[in-house]
């Protein structure tokens, strides 16, 4: 099955628009483990047989894993996803981008090593440097656009020809990037104004939106913005305030419970 269609069986079997970040600390990691990467592993399965249920995609970034050391770790992570939690989309978040060759081998690393769904990927050196991860049929290519990060607006609200610079990324994806393979955009919840600009040039494309939870974005601006005429279009992520809801040995609980939560709030905005 391909990534827009799981995504959409995911969305609809487990009724969510929740995607859970993966992103580990070993110095966060609950006081009863111990700090070593086959933690690190037994931690971010525990979090995934908890939360399955509830999520429309899980996405781990691969910052955390290679910085310990933990690739091995991460593909064992994914696997074990794919056999608990097939229903649900694989997003390696690793914000490549480069060209030519090197383009291809990150995307052969993002979907034959990591076996991911999808993968986040940069465009600022232009359409060349996405079309290796294009070439993979079904698989997901997700565009930074609008990202959440404070200093986002360096580059990204700079105007040429007359709008923004994450204006005309929206529009490439949907007049260029889209018709050559499986397409989406990050937008942060923090910029809702932004978010909901993206909505109206790119349609039902589906969009990754990071920054509720520790980040600060609103849910209700959030869904107001993003979603689509049906309700649904997005991927809004959390990581860290479902990871980190316990750091005690009722840590996969807590996440459970913190990541009920967050996906009733989402629903809620939905339907209000």
């Not at 656009?145 to 929206?170: E, F, I, K, W």
């Not at 978010?195 to 109206?200: C, P």
Request: hydrophobic content about 45%.
């Amino acid at each position: 099955m391909t990534f827009l269609n799981l995504l959409k069986a995911a969305q609809v079997q487990n009724e969510s628009m929740l995607c859970v970040g993966l992103d580990p600390d070993m110095a966060k990691l609950p006081a009863h483990l111990p700090k070593n990467r086959e933690a690190v592993f037994d931690f971010c399965a525990s979090i995934v047989d908890f939360t399955a249920d509830l999520v429309c995609s899980f996405k781990p970034q691969i910052a955390y894993f290679a910085a310990m050391g933990a690739e091995a770790e991460l593909e064992r992570l994914v696997r074990h996803i794919r056999d608990v939690a097939p229903q649900v989309p694989v997003i390696l978040d690793a914000k490549r981008g480069d060209i030519g060759s090197t383009a291809e081998q990150y995307a052969v690393e993002a979907f034959e090593r990591y076996g991911a769904d999808a993968v986040t990927v940069n465009p600022y050196l232009g359409t060349d440097s996405l079309e290796p991860f294009l070439a993979h049929t079904g698989k997901g290519v997700i565009v930074l656009c609008r990202t959440s990060n404070p200093g986002s607006g360096d580059l990204q609200m700079l105007t040429t020809d007359g709008r923004p610079m994450y204006q005309h990324v929206a529009h490439m994806a949907t007049d260029q990037w889209s018709k050559m393979g499986e397409v989406a955009l990050v937008v942060g919840a923090t910029y809702p104004a932004e978010l909901a600009t993206v909505r109206g040039i790119v349609g039902d494309m589906p969009l990754l939106v990071p920054g509720i939870g520790a980040q600060g974005g609103d849910v209700v601006a959030t869904v107001n913005a993003g979603a689509t005429a049906n309700g649904t279009g997005m991927m809004i992520n959390s990581s860290r305030a479902i990871l980190y809801a316990s750091s005690g040995d009722d840590f996969a609980h807590a996440a459970r419970k913190v990541a009920i939560a967050t996906r009733d709030e989402i629903s809620q905005a939905v339907n209000t």
